[in-house]
């Protein structure tokens, strides 16, 4: 996130570029795509939901309320059957308004519709033709999820109102199709065509870049860190979907964490490492983004000073799953014979990821390059003074042990 008034605000344009790959802004909020164009090693991503559209009538949300004003009833999704206002595939959000909370309607876009599709297009061309990339929100791929959101299920004739099927978008193959539509029918001003991050990486990201050539990656948000706890239950799930995002030409797998640990705290410490162990465990170059937000309460730049330990030449590497790197049952391990820190060739590195719910010893047999140290992380982001220690902490195979849900990254 590199945004004015939030996130990343007293960032220079200087440190964006030298420690940004991806730079997060959105509607109103063009600080990243001033900090990154032009630059050879930043790009500006924009963020928008042509998905859920919030009805938010006295307190418009600018985005939304140009959609609902420009609409006409066929632009949204409807229970099967029906075509009507009153059929509408919808939830309820609870929004502070003048002082007080009002309850407002949720609908969901047919992004098949032509007419969406060119209000999308012209959105995105008068707000953010400029920008490098688009972050599509609220992405699903099944019609179960896509009908999913704020208030719970959105279809009112249905058991518990998940809905199996819609009148729009009756079957999970044609939310796919919507997707792609949509991204297929996007471009600049220029005729060049848009490309986007989806906000859902399901199982098989090759679905997802053949709807469309222009999607270039999928998010997995708070997968492996949600708002500070550790989601141990996740881990193998998520590097499996790396190994599937690392084999599909042209997708990036990006993994979002959050949390509000203060700064260079063992909580917050613990969180990153198992952030960056699951970069490295399914790493492989241009497919992999790593958007560790774990100070979403501060206005700072997350970046870490971890993020310059870069690891070339792996030994192992995932083609399946999980089970390519696992060394024991939820324990996962990777190592590379080459890796450097900030530039600076330091010699073999390795990555162990702990799934369990005790500590577990670090086995010599998992082991096959010699390592000297644990790499310790001391203070917070790397704008802020965090380091990276390398020779800090001693390793000992048999003996060093990483805690429950926990990570250790090894050197020389």
Not at 160 to 177: G, K, Y
Not at 372 to 393: E, K, P
Request: glycine content about 10%; proline content about 4%.
């Amino acid at each position: 996130m590199d945004e004015y008034w939030a996130q990343g605000e007293n960032a220079s344009s200087a440190q964006v570029q030298r420690y940004l790959t991806y730079a997060e802004g959105g509607l109103g909020n063009g600080k990243a795509a001033s900090d990154c164009n032009g630059s050879s090693g930043c790009s500006s991503v924009f963020y928008f939901d042509p998905n859920l559209v919030y009805d938010s009538g006295q307190c418009p949300m600018s985005g939304d309320s140009q959609f609902v004003n420009a609409s006409s009833e066929s632009w949204y999704v409807h229970d099967t059957g029906y075509s009507d206002f009153a059929h509408r595939v919808q939830g309820s959000y609870a929004q502070s308004c003048n002082g007080g909370s009002v309850s407002i309607p949720v609908y969901v876009a047919d992004q098949a519709n032509s007419a969406v599709q060119a209000f999308y297009g012209g959105y995105l061309r008068q707000n953010a033709d400029a920008w490098s990339y688009y972050l599509m929100d609220d992405t699903a791929w099944t019609v179960v999820d896509q009908m999913y959101g704020p208030g719970g299920s959105f279809c009112s004739g249905s058991p518990n109102n998940w809905c199996t099927t819609t009148q729009e978008i009756p079957t999970n193959a044609a939310v796919v199709a919507e997707h792609g539509a949509l991204a297929t029918a996007l471009s600049h001003a220029s005729g060049a065509p848009m490309k986007f991050f989806t906000n859902r990486l399901d199982a098989n990201p090759a679905e997802e870049v053949a709807a469309s050539p222009n999607f270039v990656g999928g998010m997995c948000e708070n997968c492996v860190v949600d708002e500070g706890s550790l989601r141990t239950s996740m881990y193998a799930s998520v590097l499996t979907a790396e190994a599937l995002a690392d084999r599909t030409p042209g997708i990036a797998f990006i993994q979002v964490n959050d949390g509000a640990a203060p700064g260079g705290s063992a909580d917050q410490i613990a969180q990153r490492l198992v952030t960056i162990a699951v970069a490295w465990l399914g790493y492989s170059e241009g497919h992999t983004i790593v958007d560790a937000n774990l100070e979403d309460n501060t206005d700072n730049l997350a970046a870490w000073p971890e993020d310059m330990l870069y690891p070339t030449q792996p030994l192992q590497s995932m083609t399946s799953s999980a089970n390519d790197i696992a060394v024991a049952p939820n324990v996962w391990r990777r190592e590379f014979s080459t890796c450097y820190n900030d530039g600076t060739a330091i010699g073999p590195c390795a990555a162990i990821l702990n799934g369990n719910a005790g500590t577990i010893a670090i086995a010599a047999g998992w082991l096959s390059q010699q390592y000297g140290h644990v790499v310790s992380l001391n203070g917070g982001d790397i704008v802020t003074g965090g380091a990276v220690l390398l020779n800090a902490s001693s390793f000992a195979p048999n003996v060093t042990t990483i805690g429950a849900g926990q990570a250790a990254l090894l050197v020389r």
